[in-house]
């Protein structure tokens, strides 16, 4: 069998061509992301024209837009930026009918503050309802005039752990933490301003906060993904007047899919604010539909594709739709489809420089920790190669309270990986979600303890299928990813053959101390402080500092690359480079890839380009597979 052509870094990590598509509430045009002043930016065409009769109306050369918001006036549309990766999110209106005039910033909010939320307001026509924090630790609710930029105080959070939801006819519910963590929710009065206790979710088996959470569309009620009576997180409807509790969506054996980052959780109706169905994880992703007139038009979408639906919109009737589709080798294929006519269109290839046939499969395996917790993991082996004595790159997603799935082509590490010789493992360790709430909780407590053994255990399984050369393994992870790639060559400096730390985690006390004001408020009680410990404490500081990799540092002796956005508000630089400045003062070789102008994650094309081609020089070194 015949080796796949080795792709090049930059026809994996350019830009795409197009993504993000979305159809206007009208129904006439459809919106769109596409490279511009060598950045992507927002263009726009009629329904039946192509892209060269599109007009790009955002005009930003300095950092790729990735979200845009259609309104319901169609002069407008907005976007969202921030500056060099920093997360201080601002809002911006583009004029559709002057698209070269300068884009209007409608949160000139001070560093340290941005947008955290944008939704439409039905019941005022014109306005969005934009939750901000010029309070660095409340999240605020503002009503924003699109027209005029005029901002109006709608709601002020009174204590920091709360959040306000706002119903179509401006119906008000509230969720706070209390005091050992448990995150209540509550429907308020919006004429007296009284509020009564519907529900409350335990701390423990909602880290990172209880998602989703969503208004229901009469606005009588909340849409909650709770666990209940059983270890699979379901979305129910909770009563805004007697807390009474429907079950909305459930799939025994299956959690619903609540990424933070990635395709949405529930898929709502333009038109009438329905839900139309709820993904769930699965080995491949499961959407499952709740609405009878959506799976008619879901059956017919079905056809288009053998991926699996990643997002979806409609006009107002819901007749025309786009929808993007997960696979994992045909990348994001976007169409258009008609439900009056039932004819459809391919409106999008992305990525036409791909041939699926030189990318690798992606499946399914089941594994076992040593304990006996089940750890669903992706396997993806090169094309062309005897699956025997391969080098193998365990590769570690974030969070760590975040999941790896099938298809997610939109970071295409591990398609660019196999195209390189290596098989790549991609292991959901316990504290990942998605896989019910026993898992995520059996992480409390082992960071750099069994959270570690878990990945020893899924490359030791890789070995003991023949797969994988137990001399050529290398590890690689972003965020938490990449404290785990630190982990590894500290706890068990001997295992690993290269490792490369992206963003990664040095110091578990300095992190937890530097991390936003506003993330300290609403996720860490419940998160790092439950998981890890309390660096305020002195005895759990101890305990922190022997999990953190800097206190380790002597250990290292695995070649090891270091990459860091120096703007990053999340993992500060301070984290990477102590482990850089403690090696070289040992003498002990580590290569150190900044980007002056990245945040938590490479973004700007050039910068991801530099990244991928150091990672393929740095893993052909010392793990012996394929490089341009």
């Given amino acids: 069998m015949a080796l796949p052509k080795l792709i090049d870094v930059e026809e994996f990590f350019a830009d795409p061509e197009f993504s993000g598509a979305s159809i206007s509430p009208d129904g006439t045009r459809i919106a769109y992301l596409a490279p511009a002043h060598g950045r992507t930016n927002v263009w726009v065409r009629g329904i039946d ?221 333009r038109r009438t604010g329905e839900l139309l169905a709820a993904r769930f994880v699965g080995d491949r992703p499961i959407v499952h539909v709740v609405d009878p007139h959506f799976a008619e038009v879901y059956a017919e979408l079905s056809k288009l594709s053998d991926g699996v639906l990643a997002s979806v919109s409609s006009d107002e009737s819901e007749r025309r739709w786009v929808a993007t589709f997960f696979h994992d080798r045909e990348p994001d294929l976007t169409y258009l489809y008609d439900h009056g006519t039932r004819e459809s269109r391919l409106l999008f290839r992305p990525y036409p420089q791909l041939d699926r046939a030189d ?33 193998l790159v365990l590769f570690v997603h974030g969070g760590p309270w975040a999941h790896d799935s099938w298809a997610n082509f939109a970071a295409p590490k591990a398609q660019f990986l196999a195209n390189r010789g290596y098989a790549v493992l991609q292991v959901n360790f316990r504290g990942s979600s998605g896989y019910g709430k026993r898992h995520t909780t059996a992480a409390i407590g082992e960071f750099a303890g069994a959270m570690h053994d878990d990945l020893i255990d899924a490359a030791d399984w890789a070995v003991k299928q023949g797969i994988a050369d137990p001399a050529r393994i290398g590890i690689y992870g972003g965020s938490y990813g990449g404290y785990a790639a630190l982990v590894g060559v500290t706890v068990t400096p001997d295992y690993f053959a290269a490792a490369v730390a992206y963003c990664g985690i040095s110091s578990l006390p300095n992190f937890m101390r530097t991390v936003p004001a506003v993330w300290y408020s609403m996720i860490m009680k419940n998160s790092f402080l439950l998981y890890c410990g309390d660096p305020d404490d002195p005895d759990q500081e101890a305990d922190l500092l022997a999990r953190s990799p800097i206190t380790m540092i002597d250990r290292i002796r695995t070649p090891l690359l270091v990459v860091q956005g120096a703007n990053d508000v999340r993992v500060v630089k301070e984290e990477s480079d102590n482990v850089v400045d403690a090696l070289r003062a040992r003498g002990v070789p580590v290569e150190y890839l900044v980007a002056d102008d990245e945040g938590h994650g490479f973004q700007n094309p050039e910068n991801v380009v530099t990244l991928f081609r150091t990672i393929e020089r740095h893993f052909a070194e010392h793990l012996g597979g394929r490089s341009a």
């Fill in 49 to 269: 024209e192509g892209h060269e009769d599109a007009v790009c109306v955002t005009h930003d050369a300095r950092r790729g837009i990735k979200a845009y918001y259609w309104t319901d006036d169609p002069r407008w549309l907005l976007y969202l930026q921030d500056t060099d990766g920093n997360e201080d999110w601002h809002l911006y209106r583009v004029d559709l009918e002057a698209p070269q005039t300068p884009a209007v910033d409608l949160t000139p909010l001070p560093v340290g503050s941005g947008v955290l939320g944008v939704e439409r307001m039905r019941s005022r026509p014109g306005t969005m309802l934009v939750t901000m924090n010029p309070r660095p630790r409340f999240l605020d609710a503002f009503r924003i005039d699109i027209a005029t930029g005029e901002t109006t105080l709608h709601r002020e959070s009174p204590v920091m752990t709360s959040k306000f939801f706002f119903g179509p006819d401006g119906e008000v519910f509230f969720m706070a933490m209390a005091d050992d963590g448990t995150w209540e929710f509550f429907a308020i009065d919006d004429a007296t301003g009284q509020q009564k206790l519907i529900r409350r979710c335990p701390g423990p088996e909602h880290p990172l906060g209880v998602f989703p959470v969503e208004v229901t569309a009469d606005g009588k009620g909340l849409l909650l993904g709770v666990y209940r009576d059983s270890d699979d997180l379901s979305l129910v409807r909770v009563d805004g007047e007697t807390g009474a509790e429907t079950v909305v969506a459930a799939l025994p054996g299956h959690s619903l899919c609540t990424a933070a980052i990635g395709p949405p959780t529930l898929f709502r109706s």
């Fill in 359 to 391: 990318l690798a499969p992606t499946r399914a395996v089941s594994l076992t920790a040593r304990d006996g917790l089940p750890l669903p993991a992706f396997l993806t082996l090169p094309v062309g190669v005897d699956p025997v004595g391969l080098p």
